[in-house]
């Protein structure tokens, strides 16, 4: 699978798998990296995976970078199960590779934005070995459906970053709060925060970005 990788020093001791949005690629959040933790601060490797090509329905089929279809973005439209359990299966052979590598899943974040931060959520619950952290960002949790089916305990305590955009027309806030609010119902630690911005990143965020990482990243 195409990474794109950036380690902050020799040697990384953890991980943070972050999986971009639809339409970009693996360099949309590589320049971040500088400003999340500084070079020799923390020895971590930041890998961003670049997803498949395949066409999406909401944009009359044209093939794109897609973790998933998307049918519809209100939550009425039906979901592309089969996309999310790809999608599950590129990012736990990520896990296991930086298995190979020395750095265990309990070193690793899992991170996403928009459709990265969905798949990030649909893998959270069926993950059998415990996570360091989620961070699901401007998304929404998918498939609740087979939720409690398909729930593993391993990571009912793991802290999850959820953050979402006041202004974002893109998949509104409505949709992360209710996500929020579900997740908690369920018992997760989930540590809200929402910025005015639409649906992007701002300055703030990656500034409690930062304070989440090195909180789980000891």
């Keep these: 699978m195409q990474t794109i990788e950036v380690e902050t020093a020799a040697n990384p001791n953890a991980a943070v798998i972050w999986l971009h949005g639809l339409g970009a690629d693996g360099h949309d959040f590589e320049p971040v990296v500088p400003e999340i933790v500084r070079r ?43 996309g999310f359990r790809d999608a599950d299966l590129r990012i736990r052979e990520l896990i296991a590779r930086e298995g190979e590598r020395g750095v ?8 996403g ?17 415990k996570l360091a952290g989620v961070m699901a960002l401007s998304c929404y949790l998918p498939a609740e459906g087979s939720f409690t089916a398909e729930r593993a305990p391993a990571n009912d305590a793991t802290p999850i970053f959820m953050a979402h955009g006041r202004a974002d027309n893109v998949l509104p806030l409505g949709l992360g709060t209710q996500s929020r609010d579900y997740l908690t119902k369920q018992g997760y630690a989930v ?6 911005m639409a649906h992007a990143v701002c300055a703030a965020e990656i500034s409690d970005i930062r304070e989440f990482l090195f909180r789980v990243l000891p």
């Design 40 to 82: 020799g601060e923390r020895a971590w490797r930041f890998v961003f995976p670049n997803a498949p090509v395949r066409p999406v329905t909401i944009n009359g089929g044209t093939p794109m970078r897609a973790w998933y279809d998307l049918k519809g973005l209100d939550r009425q439209a039906a979901e592309d199960v089969a």
């Design 104 to 111: 265990p899943s309990n070193r690793v974040v899992l991170a």
């Design 113 to 129: 934005f928009s459709q990265g931060g969905a798949v990030s959520l649909y893998t959270l619950p069926r993950f059998t070995a």
């Design 191 to 196: 540590e809200w925060h929402d910025y005015p």
